[in-house]
């Protein structure tokens, strides 16, 4: 009788845990980035139309500086950020709420394929300053 020795028995085992363990973990990552992303990008895109449309001179003129600034940042991003409202007037203490929204990765395999299925609200009010002085 012939007993099997277990030589090299280490190395297959350890890239099979390498493989069962750190790849899930890889896709995770690679997947939550886009998401956290587009949340990210779409909170400051609101906050930034919001006080675009705050320091403008009049109403018509805050809503072009506000869709301007949605316009550049879509430039910059493979994604679109919708400016879906964009509610208030410019009267001393009123309060200006800007709202964009973003397509949701669902699942994403980067540079395979990609299921936009939710879309993200992000909201952001700013406060006209009391002490304006208008033209």
């Known amino acids: 009788m012939r007993w099997r020795t277990e030589a090299g028995a280490v190395p297959v085992e350890f890239a099979a845990a390498i493989g069962m363990l750190l790849l899930p973990v890889f896709v995770f990552v690679v997947t939550i980035a886009p998401v956290v992303e587009r949340r990210t990008v779409a909170g400051r895109a609101a906050a930034e139309a919001a006080r675009a449309f705050v320091v403008a001179d009049d109403v018509a003129g805050g809503e072009a500086a506000a869709r301007s600034l949605i316009d550049q940042i879509n430039a910059g991003h493979p994604f679109t950020l919708t400016l879906s409202s964009l509610t208030g007037d410019l009267d001393r203490?009123?309060?200006?709420?800007?709202?964009?929204?973003?397509?949701?990765?669902?699942?994403?395999?980067?540079?395979?394929?990609?299921?936009?299925?939710?879309?993200?609200?992000?909201?952001?009010?700013?406060?006209v300053d009391l002490f304006r002085s208008l033209p």
């Open 93 to 127: 203490g009123s309060v200006i709420t800007a709202t964009v929204e973003v397509t949701m990765p669902v699942i994403i395999f980067p540079g395979v394929i990609e299921f936009d299925v939710a879309d993200y609200t992000a909201m952001h009010e700013e406060e």
